[in-house]
């Protein structure tokens, strides 16, 4: 191994170790998708309750997987791993959902999986050092994104409690944070400004949320109650249909909780598998992480990571319910707790734990979910809300990185190609778009420079 | 009057985008996978429009579990035609599930398709 040319941060070279872990983590999934015990795809997920019980066949069921996540490979998973040289989910283990769910027979999903995660490694680590080698780096460049990520992020759970509750306490939530930022630049200038903002307003609006369904339960009894006093003649509608036709929703959720449970050895595998992948640090599991681990910041990745998942845990929590099938990565805990560990056997121990703890409690998880509308509504508003904070930071992260690469030219190039994607309705996910143009623009600058036509902005 | 109920990520979009139409004969609400589940159910509702970043995921959480495949259809992130919409709602679909940044071009196709029926 070269491990010279690894020592710089931006180029991120897999040891034999960290390859290893991925091909046999990549088999691992796959065959557990096979088994359809766990996909990655939040929108598979749902589809799998018929898999399951043999209403769908594996061939209509790998087409559902296919579609759903063909898009996000290509257009997320690839461009991202690309520009940042790390491994992200969607290009590691939506593949493997597809793979594994594809397998005819039980013993070719790992091999097939296996295969993936030897063509992500060395494609990524090939791709990787030709592009760092090219007159225009565009690779380097793109780390211009991690500042504006990092900034806007801080803010989602304001933007989250603004659409969820209203102006007046989204623009408390505003000042709050943004005297927090202050604050924490004056006062620990080695702390990551927007850590301690981001957990007041992640708290506050899963406070709110807590609180109003508290109170409209409260409510809710008072009204039965008063209506039974009464004796009116219709005993409150709302309950009565709650009544009897919550059966289906919690026969349907325990069969399913009692599924994954059977299988808890291989679940703590996968957790241990998922989280060691984690702690090699070639691996970021949210949008805005794997430019985090590029440059380092384990500790802010795992704060970024660790909020993100609130936004999730109803969904994956419900969509398992509801199909018997698990996410690959659980509640998505394992991630910033696999880049705080020491090293790779304490996180084994600990991933395993982990999602024992998750598959366990899930149950009692989607029970309490069940009771509290408002939570539910709360982590819609954050992915949301996540999503609109890192929309408008990858397109200025990406045009900052175009203007590094080929300044006015490099802007005319990725801003028109982000624009020509969104005139001709997105053909690439608008959260791929811009990245992806990023290395377009970069691949054309480079090719114009070969033709004498481009000077590269430094040396 | 036709009930639609919304949920996942891009609900209160969607609910906005059709109430903005002004259609006759439907009523749009905001609403969650978990309950919009229990209304349709139970009759209390006729469809429901779902949105995610994958069109899918969120966007029809336990409705496909507790409804059936055969009452639930994803775009993706495909854009339907006009025809395609009716044929999925003569066939008996009920729950809809596309992409949060198609919202604008298939809510309202859902909602004139839907109000249309009557």
């Known amino acids: 191994m070269n491990s010279v040319l690894a020592a710089s941060s931006t180029d991120l070279e897999l040891s034999l170790a960290q390859q290893l872990t991925v091909i046999a983590l990549c088999a691992l999934t796959a065959f557990i998708s096979h088994m359809a015990l766990a996909v990655f795809n939040d929108g598979v997920r749902p589809f799998m309750l018929d898999f399951i019980q043999g209403r769908s066949t594996r061939s209509a069921t790998t087409a559902v997987s296919f579609g759903l996540s063909a898009g996000f490979i290509f257009g997320l998973g690839a461009p991202m791993a690309l520009s940042t040289g790390v491994l992200n989910p969607w290009l590691v283990f939506l593949p493997t959902d597809i793979l594994g769910i594809l397998s005819p027979k039980k013993w070719i999903a790992p091999l097939l999986g296996g295969a993936w995660g030897a063509v992500v490694v060395f494609g990524l680590n090939g791709a990787n050092s030709i592009a760092h080698d090219l007159p225009v780096d565009f690779l380097t460049a793109l780390q211009q994104m991690s500042t504006p990520i990092l900034f806007l992020f801080t803010l989602f759970p304001v933007l989250a409690i603004t659409k969820q509750f209203?102006?007046?306490?989204?623009?408390?939530?505003?000042?709050?944070?943004?005297?927090?930022?202050?604050?924490?630049?004056?006062?620990?200038?080695?702390?990551?400004?927007?850590?301690?903002?981001?957990?007041?307003?992640?708290?506050?609006?899963?406070?709110?949320?807590?609180?109003?369904?508290?109170?409209?339960?409260?409510?809710?009894?008072?009204?039965?109650?008063?209506?039974?006093?009464?004796?009116?003649?219709?005993?409150?509608?709302?309950?009565?249909?709650?009544?009897?036709?919550?059966?289906p929703m919690a026969s349907l959720f325990s069969?399913?909780?009692?599924?994954?449970?059977?299988?808890?050895?291989?679940?703590?595998?996968?957790?241990?598998?998922?989280?060691?992948?984690?702690?090699?640090?070639?691996?970021?599991?949210?949008?805005?992480?794997?430019?985090?681990?590029?440059?380092?910041?384990?500790?802010?990745?795992?704060?970024?990571?660790?909020?993100?998942?609130?936004?999730?845990?109803?969904?994956?929590?419900?969509?398992?319910?509801?199909?018997?099938?698990?996410?690959?990565?659980?509640?998505?805990?394992?991630?910033?707790?696999?880049?705080?560990?020491?090293?790779?056997?304490?996180?084994?121990?600990?991933?395993?734990?982990?999602?024992?703890?998750?598959?366990?409690?899930?149950?009692?998880?989607?029970?309490?979910?069940?009771?509290?509308?408002?939570?539910?509504?709360?982590?819609?508003?954050?992915?949301?809300?996540?999503?609109?904070?890192?929309?408008?930071?990858?397109?200025?992260?990406?045009?900052?990185?175009?203007?590094?690469?080929?300044?006015?030219?490099?802007?005319?190039?990725?801003?028109?190609?982000?624009?020509?994607?969104?005139?001709?309705?997105?053909?690439?996910?608008?959260?791929?778009?811009?990245?992806?143009?990023?290395?377009?623009?970069?691949?054309?600058?480079?090719?114009?420079?070969?033709?004498?036509?481009?000077?590269?902005?430094?040396? | 009057m036709t009930k639609i109920l919304t949920g996942g990520v891009g609900k209160a979009e969607v609910t906005e985008t059709v109430k903005k139409l002004g259609l006759d004969g439907i009523e749009i609400t905001v609403s969650n996978d978990m309950d919009a589940a229990m209304k349709l159910r139970g009759g209390q509702a006729d469809y429901f429009l779902g949105t995610c970043h994958t069109g899918a995921g969120a966007s029809l959480g336990v409705l496909v579990g507790l409804l059936g495949k055969p009452a639930c259809h994803t775009f993706g992130r495909s854009v339907p035609t006009e025809d395609e919409v009716n044929a999925l709602l003569s066939e008996g679909k009920k729950v809809f599930g596309f992409a949060i940044d198609q919202i604008d071009v298939i809510a309202p196709l859902m909602a004139r398709a839907i109000a249309a029926r009557g």
Request: charge should be neutral.
């Open chain 1, 166 to 247: 209203g102006r007046l306490r989204g623009g408390i939530a505003a000042v709050v944070e943004l005297a927090l930022v202050v604050m924490t630049m004056k006062i620990w200038p080695d702390i990551f400004p927007g850590s301690i903002a981001m957990a007041v307003g992640v708290l506050t609006l899963i406070g709110f949320a807590v609180n109003k369904d508290l109170a409209q339960r409260k409510l809710d009894r008072a009204e039965a109650a008063k209506a039974s006093a009464a004796g009116g003649p219709a005993p409150e509608v709302k309950n009565g249909a709650g009544d009897d036709a919550e059966d």
């Open chain 1, 255 to 459: 069969a399913s909780a009692l599924r994954l449970r059977r299988h808890l050895p291989l679940f703590m595998l996968l957790g241990a598998g998922v989280c060691v992948l984690a702690q090699s640090h070639v691996f970021g599991g949210g949008e805005a992480t794997s430019f985090l681990i590029a440059k380092g910041d384990y500790a802010e990745a795992a704060q970024v990571d660790f909020y993100r998942a609130f936004g999730f845990v109803p969904l994956i929590a419900t969509t398992a319910l509801a199909s018997g099938a698990y996410g690959i990565a659980g509640f998505t805990f394992v991630y910033p707790i696999g880049y705080l560990m020491p090293n790779p056997f304490v996180a084994a121990v600990v991933g395993a734990a982990v999602f024992a703890l998750e598959v366990l409690a899930l149950s009692a998880i989607g029970k309490i979910l069940g009771k509290l509308p408002s939570v539910r509504d709360s982590s819609e508003h954050l992915r949301s809300a996540i999503g609109d904070a890192l929309g408008l930071a990858i397109l200025f992260g990406s045009l900052m990185a175009a203007n590094v690469m080929g300044g006015g030219l490099g802007i005319l190039i990725v801003g028109g190609l982000y624009l020509l994607n969104e005139s001709m309705g997105r053909p690439v996910v608008r959260m791929a778009a811009a990245p992806a143009a990023v290395i377009v623009g970069g691949v054309l600058l480079n090719i114009l420079y070969w033709l004498d036509l481009f000077t590269p902005i430094k040396g």
